[in-house]
């Protein structure tokens, strides 16, 4: 289930590795994910059944090592049981009862006995001992009736009740003393034959603990001790609680009776743990090694069931993780691929940007070329212009020049020649000389104007409509005067421009002029119901986007202007009038006066229809 | 038996030379003391403390006896004398002796005694300055010698062998009473007793029990004793009690105690009258020994069991 | 001074001032005048009379004197042209004489090279 949602999970996610091989990658990880479920179940199942042997193996090292303490303890006692028989034969014991025999009293001979059998005891005492825990803590020599002959512990005063040991052997008996269970091996001292007292020994239970009972470790829910058949048991005092213990001798009450070894698991009262005891004979002693120990000391904490519950979830936690890591390293892979091409996308786009930067500045730096090149080219216009007017000026003063001169020199000649120069002629060569002359002053003047024009003006805001105005009402009675129609249509807001305001006048002056020669001309060819007219309109035109603009239009309906000369109308000093009627400077002037304020001034021209001039400045805001 | 055997030879072979010697020596010096006596030098008397000093040697007058002298080096009374004459920055010289001559050895003076009386009878030479030899104090050896400070508690008890037919009394409680039970089961029994000793019949009064009084042959030996009475020879001995009590250890089975024959002794160490320097020299040595346990720890070596019976001794 | 041989000049000019300056000149000298404003009507009067000498402007409204120089050429009219210009550009001057131009004026001109040309065309 966990392999097919992983596919799912694999297959789904991982579109970038679809090739045209799609079935090798899938089988291939279908093949790996099964060798790893069956490694993984492999896994668990050998380490449970490791476990479970380890568990038995503790178990019988344990059952082992209790025997062979059982043994132990049992050799210990044999040893003991000889000691106390040596004693108990003893040359000193002997010698006491030979001597009481002889009927000799404790006053009169037997107290060295007893001093004697003391002294013996005493050295016994002192001489048995392991790793220097003394093994035997009290000797006591009983005569028949019970009374204590000799006492190591000195308690002589008391009476001892000792059970009568069985005649010959050594016998282990637990008694209770002062609250205090004791181990006890007696023994009967025989006289020729018979039965004349008894040795009691009392086995130090310290020794017996630390050396024989005690389990080898710290732990104080452990522990061990010693079993008779009547119940009696010899226990640590210390080590564990009492709880434990009586429930240790109530279910090894419960199994006395069998000959062998047990083991019981058993969950205890605190903690619930479950202690594993045992019983067991000591061989050749009627006792019982008792021993019980928490079972996790010996098997380990874990029960088998939880270490398969383990095991499981370790082996699915594995799978788990498995599963999250190939689906993370795909996702890893998605993002990484999309990373790549973004990456790719940005140094495309950031090379697009460059060539974008190096076109905009490009234009920018064709912009400033353009500028330039305006500039210069404004410029060289200007000098062209220039160079163009110094031309036209100079053959406009050539013409004059030519009657001045020519009729200077034939007044000349003729005075220097003609014995009778009619004074008449002369006369008359001397009126056009002042008539060139004029001409010429006249065309100096024009000069000047421009001239005037070529340097810096002053600008201010003024109104338009009102520029216009001025300069109608200068011509107006000219107009009525010669009966030609002067019509005026201003804007009704004003519109403000930064010109200088009698430069502008005179443009329009000049344009009127221009308008009224026209329609004169017109009027002399034509009959009589040709009106001649001149209007002059103001208006504002703005395009979205574009700056507001002030329009003036002057328009005649005078002859119009020819086709063959119309683009050259705004050059100086061309002219289509008679040579004494202009000089021809004028239209260019008032381009130059119009398109110095950033304006512009052009022509509509249709024939046998209205000749149009239209002037347009920028309007600008108003100031003060 | 062989045991008794045994321990006869022994006593032969290592004392017997001695004593002869001794004797031997004895008689010469007897000699010569007498032809001093008439001659020239005045009398001798028994040496004081000075006199120890300027010669340089503590005599110890003894006769081998039980755990207090049992050889030349070892013994209660021989360590006790050594330490003595260390004590005193001296050597140590033991001088062999018997009971009967040891007393005349030190005073210089010989006597006969008739119960408690004690009559100087001669003249002899000194042959040593002090004994100690598990010496009882008894009211004629204080008549001829001064006693130290007693040192040693003891007794005299009826001693006999295993299988007789005398059995030992029940103690009463009264000392007394024991006594006389033992004396009345005296009656027509024979007891070997050693005179001028402690083991004297007529201390006791023994010749009053109606008992058969053997003396110990002079040529045997006080430990000899109590073999005696094993080997059956004699049926009862006097012995003193620290060496009964070594000899029930010894022959365990052997004999058996009848009963008090004494009250309580005291045994000591005897100076001549004309010593009582040497005398309060030694008072003080043995104040100082006994003091700091020293002699208690010697006593526990030759007499452990003595504590037993008389628990009062050295508390 | 009485001229010997009258020729027939036309003067080819759109200023007033310098058409009444060359007839007066010429009519001081005794030759018969006659005057074109612009070159169409010059090239009509040619057609119609033939002249010695023909005054020829350069820069003139319409027909200017280059091309009526070349036409001249080409119609193979015996008339000398004499160019008149108020710029004097070797050009001009050079193309000129190569369409056959007889000489070359500048304005103002000078009395005495007006005489001098005449005096030249006359003895032609």
Redesign the interface.
């Known amino acids: 289930m966990i392999l097919r949602h992983l596919k799912k999970q694999i297959t789904s996610r991982l579109p970038v590795f679809w090739t045209i091989h799609q079935k090798k990658p899938i089988l291939a990880l279908t093949a790996a994910s099964l060798l790893l479920v069956a490694f993984i179940i492999f896994l668990v199942v050998s380490n449970f059944r490791s476990q479970m042997a380890l568990r038995e193996a503790s178990l019988n090292r344990f059952r082992l090592y209790l025997e062979k303490r059982a043994t132990s303890l049992g050799y210990f006692f044999s040893e003991r049981k000889y000691d106390l028989k040596m004693l108990a034969h003893s040359r000193e014991i002997n010698n006491y009862f030979i001597n009481r025999t002889l009927g000799m009293s404790v006053q009169y001979g037997l107290k060295v006995n007893l001093f004697m059998i003391k002294q013996l005891l005493e050295k016994t005492l002192a001489a048995r001992n392991i790793q220097g825990t003394k093994i035997y803590s009290r000797f006591v020599l009983l005569d028949n009736a019970g009374n204590i002959l000799v006492d190591t512990a000195g308690k002589l005063d008391r009476h001892f009740a000792v059970p009568r040991p069985v005649q010959g052997s050594p016998d282990f008996f637990l008694t209770i003393e002062d609250n205090q269970p004791q181990l006890l091996i007696s023994t009967s001292c025989s006289y020729k034959g018979k039965t004349a007292g008894g040795l009691v020994v009392w086995l130090n239970d310290r020794a017996l603990f630390s050396h024989f009972l005690t389990l080898n470790d710290n732990n104080t829910r452990s522990g061990a001790g010693v079993l008779d058949d009547k119940g009696n048991t010899l226990l640590p005092d210390s080590a564990a609680p009492q709880a434990i213990i009586q429930q240790v001798l109530h279910e090894t009450l419960k199994k006395r009776n069998k000959p062998s070894v047990f083991y019981e698991q058993h969950p205890l009262g605190r903690g619930n743990q479950e202690m594993l005891m045992a019983c067991l004979p000591i061989p050749n002693i009627g006792l019982q090694y008792l021993a019980w120990i928490p079972t996790d000391q010996i098997t380990g904490g874990f029960t088998p069931m939880r270490l398969i519950i383990g095991m499981g979830a370790l082996a699915i936690v594995v799978l788990v993780a498995l599963g999250s890591i190939l689906w993370f390293s795909a996702q890893n892979l998605i993002l990484k691929t999309r990373f790549d091409e973004a990456a790719k996308q940005q140094t495309i786009l950031f090379s697009k940007n460059q060539q974008l930067k190096a076109e905009i500045q490009k234009r920018e730096q064709a912009e400033c070329e353009l500028v330039k090149q305006r500039t210069l080219r404004i410029r060289s216009d200007r000098l062209r212009s220039l160079g163009e007017m110094a031309a036209g000026i100079a053959h406009e003063l050539n013409q004059p020049l030519v009657g001045v001169r020519g009729f200077a020199e034939l007044m000349i000649y003729a005075l220097d020649n003609e014995q009778d120069p009619s004074i008449d002629s002369i006369r008359d060569y001397a009126e056009k000389i002042v008539s060139q002359a004029d001409r010429m002053v006249h065309i100096i003047n024009h000069i000047r104007l421009f001239a005037r024009d070529a340097g810096g003006v002053e600008t201010s805001v003024v109104d338009l409509n009102q520029t216009a105005d001025s300069a109608l009402n200068l011509l107006r009675a000219q107009f009525k005067s010669h009966g030609l129609r002067l019509q005026q249509n201003f804007s009704a807001h004003p519109l403000w421009v930064k010109v200088n305001a009698f430069s502008v006048e005179e443009v329009i002056l000049n344009l009127l002029s221009n308008a009224r020669h026209a329609v004169e001309q017109r009027k002399a060819v034509e009959d009589k119901s040709y009106h001649p007219c001149v209007r002059v309109n103001t208006s504002a035109y703005c395009k979205n986007g574009s700056p507001a603009i002030a329009v003036l239009v002057i328009d005649d309906n005078g002859n119009g202007i020819d086709q063959d000369v119309a683009d050259k109308i705004f050059d100086p000093f061309f002219t289509t009038k008679a040579p004494d009627k202009g000089t021809g400077l004028g239209l260019s002037i008032c381009k130059s006066i119009v398109e110095s304020f950033e304006g512009t001034i052009e022509y509509v021209c249709a024939a046998d229809e209205w000749t149009r001039f239209e002037i347009r400045l920028p309007i600008c805001a108003q100031e003060g | 038996m062989n045991r008794i055997r045994q321990h006869l030879c022994h006593l032969r072979t290592v004392w017997a030379p001695r004593l002869s010697a001794a004797r031997k020596v004895c008689l010469l010096l007897g000699f010569t003391l007498a032809l001093n006596l008439t001659l020239i030098h005045p009398p001798s008397l028994a040496r004081d403390l000075q006199d120890v000093l300027k010669a340089g040697k503590l005599r110890h007058l003894g006769i081998p006896y039980a755990n207090f002298i049992s050889s030349i080096e070892s013994g209660l009374d021989v360590e006790l004398m050594r330490k003595f004459s260390a004590y005193l920055g001296v050597e140590y010289e033991f001088v062999n002796s018997s009971w009967r001559d040891i007393v005349a050895d030190l005073t210089g003076k010989t006597f006969q005694t008739h119960g408690e009386d004690v009559i100087l009878t001669g003249k002899c030479p000194v042959q040593g300055d002090v004994i100690a030899s598990g010496f009882t104090i008894l009211p004629w050896r204080k008549k001829l010698i001064d006693f130290a400070s007693a040192y040693f508690p003891t007794g005299v008890?009826l001693i006999t062998y295993?299988g007789s037919d005398l059995?030992?009394?029940?103690?009463t409680g009264s000392i007394q009473n024991?006594i006389n039970a033992v004396k009345k089961k005296l009656n027509g029994r024979s007891v070997l007793v050693l005179e001028d000793s402690c083991l004297d019949p007529s201390l006791y009064k023994l010749e009053e029990t109606g008992a058969s009084i053997q003396l110990l042959d002079p040529s045997r030996d006080i430990c000899e004793m109590i073999p005696l009475v094993i080997a059956r020879i004699v049926e009862t001995t006097l012995m003193d009690v620290p060496v009964?009590?070594i000899a029930?250890?010894k022959w365990?089975?052997d004999i058996?105690?009848?009963?008090?024959v004494s009250k309580r002794q005291e045994m000591a160490p005897g100076f001549s009258k004309s010593s009582p320097e040497l005398k309060a020299a030694f008072e003080t040595f043995f104040k100082r020994y006994k003091s700091d346990g020293s002699y208690r720890r010697l006593v526990m070596k030759y007499y452990?069991?003595v504590?037993?019976?008389y628990p009062d001794f050295l508390k | 001074m009485k001229p010997e041989s009258s020729l027939k000049i036309l003067i080819v000019d759109d200023e007033t001032v310098v058409r009444d300056t060359l007839t007066a000149m010429m009519k001081h000298f005794g030759h018969a005048t006659d005057c074109a404003p612009d070159g169409l009507c010059a090239q009509e009067i040619m057609q119609q009379n033939e002249y010695d000498v023909v005054f020829l402007d350069i820069r003139m409204p319409g027909l200017d004197g280059i091309t009526l120089l070349k036409w001249c050429q080409e119609a193979d009219l015996s008339s000398q042209v004499i160019i008149m210009t108020g710029h004097g550009e070797e050009k001009t001057r050079e193309e000129a004489l190569q369409y056959g131009a007889f000489a070359f004026l500048n304005k103002p001109f000078k009395l005495n090279e007006i005489n001098e040309l005449i005096s030249q065309l006359k003895d032609q």
């Open positions: 008890w295993a059995s030992p009394v029940t103690p024991d009964a009590l029930l250890e365990p089975g058996k105690i009848v009963g008090p452990p069991s504590f037993t019976y």
